[in-house]
């Protein structure tokens, strides 16, 4: 089993910047994908990042993409999301997971392993 745990939310003004980190344990021997997604009151989850085992492929959500950048140090068994230029409309609940199976990496149910939210508000 794999634990995830988000940190790095809090409140922000739009234009500012945050950076999210996701830490994982337990067996983190096995090689799995990650993803981060979000989630407003009163909305789905929706898809925001994806990124490889290595780290050397990333894909984004069409609302995030050339403002948020996803990595990961695997040394450190840990991955960040790089949020800039945020908007009021980036506020939401954010969520780390992690999947062992090759999938629609945008679809929630392709992952196994979640953490349990970090809080992001971004104020106007």
């Known amino acids: 089993q794999v634990q995830l745990a988000e940190s790095g939310g809090g409140l922000v003004q739009a234009g500012g910047s945050l950076r999210l980190s996701c830490a994982a344990s337990?067996?983190?021997?096995?090689?799995?994908?990650m993803g981060w997604f979000r989630q407003a009151p009163g909305k789905e989850r929706e898809f925001v990042a994806a990124i490889s085992w290595s780290g050397g492929i990333t894909y984004y959500g069409d609302s995030v993409k050339g403002r948020f950048a996803f990595s990961r140090d695997n040394a450190k068994n840990t991955a960040y999301l790089q949020m800039n230029s945020l908007k009021p409309e980036d506020t939401a609940v954010y969520y780390c997971?992690?999947?062992?199976?090759?999938?629609?990496?945008?679809?929630?149910?392709?992952?196994?392993?979640w953490g349990q939210g970090t809080q992001v508000t971004v104020s106007s």
């Open positions: 997971a992690g999947r062992t199976v090759i999938g629609n990496y945008r679809s929630p149910e392709t992952y196994r392993y």
């Open positions: 337990g067996q983190t021997s096995s090689k799995f994908r």
